[in-house]
């Protein structure tokens, strides 16, 4: 019998291994300082110069994976498994994964390095729940969205974990919903913080979770296409092939960490 959040098999693992962490906050800071030294570019939650480079297009960037895995035959839902079981498995697994990269660069992203929910000339309002638009600093909203995500989740209504509990009928716009906050996040990391991501050589596991994460919404048509075209140069790059990469450019070995499983209680 399986609980909530208990692991799939390697085959299905989302990355073969987590962050590097046990860095002190001196090596990183002189690792990122070192980084940022060299870069010409304007602070975090300011309109960069018109036609700036895209570090993260480069190639030497692009090529870096963790695995050399076939995410497009990864996403498919397997002929046993429930179509809402499967998603809510993978949405869950995103979620902590995404929190989790985004926790590795979330020193740096401020209230005064990111004043604005922002990726290229496009500025992200939060909606609180009686609709009402506000305005935020980037970590503002990302932790918007992650409290809001845990809480759905977590709750028994929407992601039900015991046998004979039943999906709710809103359950796909859910899912829906979580994907696209959770492309905001990522899409944020990549415009304002690829460099300090880069200089704790985690771009590797950026990129891989990016390819997963996208494949798998449009397998099941959980992202507007316009919603997600403001990154359309980096899918188009990352996704070709089906997703599989060259391989760890960044020095990472494969073999690890499961995805997040959500299976209910039988």
Same mark, same amino acid.
């Given at each position: 019998?399986?609980?909530?959040?208990?692991?799939?098999?390697?085959?299905?693992?989302?990355?073969?291994?987590?962050?590097?962490?046990?860095?002190?906050?001196?090596?990183?800071?002189?690792a990122?300082?070192?980084?940022?030294?060299?870069?010409?570019?304007?602070?975090?939650?300011?309109?960069?110069?018109t /036609? &700036?480079?895209?570090?993260?297009?480069?190639? /030497?960037y692009?090529?870096?994976?963790?695995?050399?895995?076939?995410?497009?035959?990864?996403?498919?839902?397997?002929? &046993?498994?429930?179509?809402?079981e499967?998603?809510?498995?993978?949405?869950?697994?995103?979620? %902590?994964?995404?929190?989790?990269? *985004?926790? +590795?660069?979330?020193?740096?992203?401020?209230?005064?390095?990111?004043?604005?929910?922002?990726?290229?000339?496009?500025?992200? *309002?939060?909606?609180? &729940?009686r609709?009402?638009?506000?305005k935020?600093?980037?970590?503002? *909203?990302?932790?918007?969205?992650?409290?809001s995500?845990?809480?759905?989740?977590?709750? /028994?209504?929407?992601?039900?974990?015991?046998?004979?509990?039943?999906?709710?009928?809103?359950?796909?716009?859910?899912?829906?919903?979580?994907?696209?906050?959770? !492309?905001?996040?990522?899409? %944020?990391?990549?415009?304002?913080?690829?460099?300090e991501?880069?200089a704790? /050589?985690?771009?590797?596991?950026?990129? +891989?979770?990016?390819?997963?994460?996208?494949? !798998?919404?449009?397998e !099941?048509?959980?992202?507007?296409?316009?919603e997600?075209?403001?990154?359309?140069?980096?899918?188009?790059?990352?996704?070709?092939?089906?997703?599989r990469?060259?391989?760890?450019?960044?020095?990472?070995?494969?073999?690890?960490?499961?995805?997040?499983?959500?299976?209910?209680?039988?």
């Amino acid at each position: 019998m399986l609980g909530d959040h208990s692991s799939l098999p390697t085959d299905r693992a989302l990355l073969s291994q987590p962050p590097k962490t046990g860095l002190s906050c001196k090596m990183v800071l002189q690792a990122v300082g070192k980084v940022l030294r060299k870069s010409k570019a304007k602070p975090n939650g300011k309109k960069p110069a018109t /036609e &700036e480079k895209k570090m993260y297009l480069e190639p /030497e960037y692009t090529k870096s994976r963790i695995t050399d895995v076939g995410f497009k035959e990864l996403v498919v839902l397997p002929r &046993e498994i429930d179509l809402n079981e499967w998603l809510a498995s993978n949405t869950t697994t995103f979620f %902590h994964h995404v929190n989790l990269q *985004y926790s +590795t660069i979330s020193e740096f992203c401020t209230g005064e390095a990111c004043q604005t929910m922002a990726v290229c000339n496009t500025q992200y *309002y939060w909606y609180d &729940e009686r609709g009402k638009k506000v305005k935020c600093t980037a970590p503002q *909203y990302v932790d918007f969205v992650m409290s809001s995500v845990q809480k759905l989740v977590t709750d /028994e209504d929407v992601f039900p974990t015991k046998y004979g509990r039943e999906f709710p009928s809103s359950f796909e716009s859910l899912v829906k919903k979580i994907c696209k906050y959770l !492309f905001h996040v990522l899409a %944020h990391i990549y415009w304002s913080h690829f460099k300090e991501t880069l200089a704790l /050589e985690l771009h590797g596991h950026l990129n +891989t979770l990016y390819v997963h994460f996208i494949l !798998f919404a449009r397998e !099941f048509n959980l992202l507007d296409p316009k919603e997600t075209a403001i990154m359309d140069d980096l899918t188009e790059v990352l996704c070709s092939a089906g997703g599989r990469g060259g391989g760890g450019g960044d020095g990472a070995s494969g073999g690890g960490t499961g995805a997040q499983n959500h299976v209910k209680e039988r």
